[in-house]
């Protein structure tokens, strides 16, 4: 299955393009499917992305750019919403980048046990000592247009990326509110603390309906949009698995996850 649902917008100054499409799914006996959203955002001022994925991402992500006419070394700035291994591993394909985290959640990060978490240790651990990390904080312009609000709940330094356009709100959220389900629920699948999570939501819904007509680009789903208080999915949800369950190559079963 190859997927056409590449989605750009540009609203303003911004140009805006979903490199990978998050999947609102998990998998039953194998773990995280790490099928996490990457975007990036183009601006006369600077070229940034939000979050950068996991290993199985990579050839995707470089496919992607190359056919948006971005190379790794034009990129200069990578916001991390959190330090999840589906989010952050790719962090050092951007030799340029200004690698961007909240304090709060490399803190936590470097505390973790190893080979206990979804924390990629080792990438985290070359973070700390990046000549380019630059630390978050609460409320922070980040970039011109850009700020950051850390919303505990999936991770305790869980980063949510607001960018004012002029004329709407686009908000980043990772996974301090991963799918549509959380978003509408204000309840988590994955989180330490099911209050810090409500309030967090409840801090991105505050966000996103500032003003009407505002995205939300979530971790592991589709953009939305709000308009009157109604929530629209932009796109369809594409996801499939090609498995091999015969003894020969030549014939493969192709299982659609999509609704």
């Known amino acids: 299955m190859t997927s056409e649902n590449k989605q750009s917008f540009l609203i303003g100054t911004f140009q805006i393009d979903i490199i990978v499409h998050g999947f609102p799914g998990k998998s039953v006996c194998h773990g995280p499917l790490g099928f996490s959203t990457i ?23 470089n ?8 190379r790794p070394d034009d990129v200069t700035n990578v916001l991390l919403t959190h330090s999840h291994f589906d989010h952050a591993i790719n962090w050092v394909n951007f030799p340029n980048a200004n ?8 803190t936590w990060a470097l505390e973790q046990p190893t080979g206990k978490t ?20 609460h409320d922070e312009e980040i970039l011109p247009g850009i700020k950051s609000l850390i919303c505990p709940g999936h991770t305790p330094g869980s980063t949510v990326y607001v960018l004012d356009t002029g004329d709407s709100d ?19 699948d994955m989180t330490y603390d099911a209050n810090a999570t409500k309030n967090s939501i409840n801090d991105i819904w505050s966000a996103w309906s500032r003003r009407d007509g505002g995205l939300l680009i979530p971790g592991h789903d589709l953009p939305m949009v709000l308009n009157n208080n109604s929530i629209r ?6 996801a499939a698995i090609k498995v091999w369950f015969d003894d020969s190559l030549n014939k493969s079963t192709l299982i659609s996850l999509s609704p």
């Open 233 to 238: 999915y932009i796109g369809k949800h594409e």
């Open 99 to 106: 690698i961007h985290i909240s304090r709060k959640e490399m």
């Open 118 to 137: 979804y924390v990629p240790e080792l990438y985290v651990a070359a973070l700390k000592d990046h000549q380019n990390l630059v630390l978050v904080e």
């Open 39 to 61: 975007a990036l955002i183009r601006h006369n001022e600077f070229t940034a992305l939000v979050d950068v994925g996991g290993f199985g991402q990579r050839l995707i992500l």
């Open 170 to 188: 686009i908000v980043f959220t990772g996974d301090a509110c991963k799918n549509r389900a959380e978003l509408v629920s204000r309840a988590a």
């Open 63 to 70: 496919q992607r750019l190359k056919e948006l006419g971005v």
